[in-house]
Nanobody, 119 residues
Framework: EVQLVESGGGLVQPGGSLRLSCVASGFTFGDYDMIWVRQAPGKGPEWVSS????????YYADSVKGRFTISRDNTKNTLYLQMNSLKPEDTALYYC????????????WGQGTQVTVSS
């Protein structure tokens, strides 16, 4: 059974940090590109960051560039998102997703982890 399980969300004050994790199972993690996507209440999904299958290339939305860092550990089948200098506008449900290398569509999605930035 394919699973992506996110964790690490929570309530944090503005300026704080969180690290999200996404543990993959049921597929060959190292054969997949990965992304983080978030959805704030009442808004559509927003792409946050991407990383290629071997971790050599990373991409960020302008809204998080310089504050967030995406990484992966293929030996642990785990994707990470280090979030620093958090802002209230970062409040959202954060999802990870997997896309087999060479494909366009993201095949697998997690259930999400809630991040709330508030004083």
């Amino acid at each position: 059974e394919v699973q992506l399980v996110e964790s690490g969300g929570g309530l944090v004050q503005p300026g704080g940090s969180l690290r999200l994790s996404c543990v993959a199972s049921g597929f060959t993690f190292g054969d997949y590109d990965m992304i983080w996507v978030r959805q704030a209440p009442g808004k559509g999904p927003e792409w946050v960051s991407s990383i290629n299958s071997n971790g050599g290339r990373t991409y960020y939305a302008d809204s998080v560039k310089g504050r967030f860092t995406i990484s992966r550990d293929n030996t642990k089948n785990t994707l990470y998102l280090q979030m620093n200098s958090l802002k209230p506008e970062d409040t959202a449900l954060y999802y990870c997703a997997a896309r087999r290398v060479g494909k366009i569509q993201y095949d697998y999605w997690g259930q999400g982890t809630q991040v709330t930035v508030s004083s």
